[in-house]
Nanobody, 124 residues
Framework: QVKLVESGGGSVQAGGSLRLSCGAS????????MGWFRQAPGKQREFVAA????????YYADSVKGRFSISRDNIKSAVYLQMASLKPEDTAVYYC?????????????????WGQGTQVTVSS
């Protein structure tokens, strides 16, 4: 069992930056590939970024490539999403996710564990 808690959301103007954090419980954090998803009002939840167990591989949605960066700290049991050049269309609730398989994130399957989400609002 993994419990995930996101933080760092907020409101920012277009072009600004935010850093999301996700803390994980348990001593097996490095056994999980981690990811971020988002869900905008009236839309389906969509994949944003993923990182492998030791951080040597990352994977991004085309819509955020070059603007967002995912990283992790296995000692702190945390994963981060650095967001830059934010656009109003990035407005959504952002969710942290964990799954034992890194391939889950590119397959379209849903990860096993989810956080409660943190709101990001980008104004024009």
């Amino acid at each position: 069992q993994v419990k995930l808690v996101e933080s760092g959301g907020g409101s920012v103007q277009a072009g600004g930056s935010l850093r999301l954090s996700c803390g994980a419980s348990g001593r097996t954090f490095r056994s999980y590939a981690m990811g971020w998803f988002r869900q905008a009002p009236g839309k389906q939840r969509e994949f944003v970024a993923a990182i492998s167990w030791y951080g040597d591989s990352t994977y991004y949605a085309d819509s955020v490539k070059g603007r967002f960066s995912i990283s992790r700290d296995n000692i702190k049991s945390a994963v981060y999403l650095q967001m830059a050049s934010l656009k109003p269309e990035d407005t959504a609730v952002y969710y942290c996710a964990a799954d034992r398989s890194f391939g889950t994130y590119s397959s379209g399957s849903l990860p096993e564990y989810w956080g409660q989400g943190t709101q990001v609002t980008v104004s024009s």
